[in-house]
């Protein structure tokens, strides 16, 4: 069980790694609990930690939600949420949900290869 947690602690910090804009990083499991999160040094969370377990149980309970429409939509992809104050961005493991948030002045194609590289780092999730 231990590995698992190192695993995942190199994923997100992997995440975070990515692009100097990035934020915060975190992989949630199906119940909405955060199972490893990490803020970029230098940053500063825009939410205290109870409005992030919050946050995040709401993630799960959209992913609920989203799944009725799998049928005739398709899967969700990924969720690009534009705030004034941050980029949040959701996508999902077959076992996981992974949250990440972002500078909100980055271009929209590097928010997507971002995406991209991420959907690769979480492929096994």
């Known amino acids: 069980m ?16 990515l ?13 909405g609990n955060i199972r490893e999160a990490i803020m970029k040094s230098g940053k500063t969370s825009l939410k205290n930690q109870k409005e992030e377990e919050h946050f995040c149980k ?3 309970q959209r992913r609920k939600m989203r799944r009725e429409f799998d049928r005739t939509l398709g899967k969700v992809r990924y969720v690009h949420v534009e705030r004034e104050k ?6 999902y493991a077959k076992r ?7 500078e909100p002045e980055m271009s929209i194609d590097t928010k997507i ?10 492929s096994n999730l």
């Open 96 to 102: 996981n949900i992974v949250y990440f948030t972002m």
């Open 86 to 91: 941050v980029t949040q961005m959701v996508t």
């Open 58 to 60: 709401q993630v799960a």
């Open 2 to 17: 231990g590995a698992t947690k190192i695993d995942l602690l190199k994923i997100v910090e992997s995440m975070i790694n």
């Open 19 to 31: 692009d100097p804009k990035m934020r915060f990083a975190a992989i949630i499991d199906i119940n």
């Open 113 to 122: 290869r971002i995406i991209t590289k991420i959907k690769k780092i979480i």
